[in-house]
């Protein structure tokens, strides 16, 4: 049996009250010692880190102090000072001395993790000034390592306490696997889901990326092993579980963000009643528009020419081939766009008439803006269809919209 708890059972309180308060006693003083010790060597070390930080260029030093790794550090001295200090803590009892050896080597062991993790949290903070990790979900990777160090922190502190191998405690996570799995199967599950993500740049933080089953549509924040941020645009922030990306639908806008435009895709509706034929003069007037002249003429020449192959009888509209108000309309919203400096004529550009709908006739804008900037973009669709609905009453036609009917007597 370990001496620590052959004390616990073994030990006649009744007979050593003396050596208790004794005991007691020394131990108020030897931690308030530790304490005073333990301030001292902060300051110390804080202040040193400082002045060498403030002398060098480098932003490591700066990462380490702001990771609270000499705070960490300065543990140690209180550590060193209590090993020391045992023998005469323990007023010559084996028992006792065997005892506080233990809780005070466990204490070591907390303080090497918490150093330890300052470390990575620097490292990690280091690669992610780095543009190729900047994107990457490095979190998940800092905080496996963590979990795996706590967990080999605690057997090591068990194997201490209990007086066993180390090796004693691995052989029985054997026995607790089921459990081990059960409990830490969203953390198994984000690990894996992070890998994947990484390997096949699914998101990176940056992204703009919309989850529907959520209700997120935003900018990824962070990536770590449980979860995900995304901040949306209204500022708020949606949290979902790391491995949800891999089983739910996703869009990801990276694509639109990289590509040479934003797209535009926005319909008018035409009312069907106001669609008709146009006349001479009615082309005449609409041919004086600077950048649709050329258009207007070519396609007047075209008509008259196979009018006059076919010799139509022109006084009846039906016969032959006439221009609509609605398609010279489309072709006027085509010629626009071609000519717009903000619209990127290297990606699609083009003006579609839809199947028609209980809203009217639906004409189609399909482009891109060379500006990507939301509120940019926005501002240029927002000039393009005031422009066009403005235009549908030169041609005669007219944007449909429901009419709130007058109450029948």
Request: aromatic share 12%; hydrophobic share 45%; with cysteine.
């Amino acid at each position: 049996m370990h001496p620590f708890y052959d004390f616990l059972i073994n030990n006649n309180w009744s007979e050593t009250w003396a050596w208790w308060a004794d005991f007691t006693a020394i131990t108020i003083v030897l931690l308030i010692i530790s304490w005073v010790l333990r301030v001292m060597a902060r300051f110390i070390l804080v202040t040193v880190s400082h002045r060498i930080s403030g002398a060098t260029k480098t932003t490591i030093d700066d990462a380490l102090i702001e990771h609270k790794l000499p705070k960490n550090v300065s543990r140690f001295v209180p550590y060193f000072f209590l090993h020391a200090t045992i023998p005469f803590w323990s007023n010559g009892n084996d028992k006792v001395d065997s005892w506080i050896t233990a809780i005070v080597d466990v204490y070591a062991v907390l303080i090497a993790i918490l150093i330890i993790r300052s470390l990575l949290r620097t490292f990690r903070q280091q690669l992610q000034k780095q543009k190729q990790f900047k994107d990457k979900p490095i979190d998940s990777y800092i905080q496996v390592v963590m979990i795996f160090l706590w967990g080999i922190g605690i057997l090591l502190s068990l194997s201490i306490l209990s007086g066993k191998e180390l090796v004693y405690f691995f052989t029985g996570l054997g026995a607790i696997s089921a459990v081990t799995l059960l409990v830490f199967k969203d953390t198994i599950l984000g690990f894996v889901a992070s890998i994947q993500i990484s390997a096949n740049d699914l998101v990176r933080i940056g992204d703009w990326i919309t989850m529907e089953s959520y209700g997120a549509d935003g900018d990824v924040i962070e990536i770590n092993l449980s979860t995900i941020k995304i901040q949306n645009f209204d500022k708020t922030i949606t949290t979902v579980p790391t491995y949800k990306l891999l089983s739910s639908s996703i869009k990801n806008w990276r694509g639109m963000s990289e590509s040479e435009g934003r797209r535009v895709k926005r319909p008018v509706y035409i009312r069907a009643s106001s669609v008709r034929f146009l006349n001479e003069n009615e082309l005449n007037i609409i041919g004086q528009v600077e950048r649709f002249r050329d258009v207007v003429n070519e396609k007047k020449k075209d008509i008259h020419a196979y009018n006059e192959a076919l010799k139509a009888d022109t006084s009846i509209p039906l016969n032959g081939r006439n221009l609509t108000n609605l398609g010279l309309f489309r072709s006027y919203i085509q010629t626009f766009l071609e000519k717009h400096p903000e619209i990127n004529q290297n990606l699609t550009v083009m003006c579609r008439q839809l199947p028609p709908t209980p809203n009217g006739i639906p004409l189609e804008v399909y482009a891109f803006t060379k500006d990507k900037q939301w509120k940019n973009h926005e501002n240029i669709s927002g000039d393009l269809f005031d422009h066009i609905i403005a235009s549908a009453a030169y041609f005669h036609l007219k944007l449909f919209e429901f009419e709130q009917q007058a109450p029948s007597s």
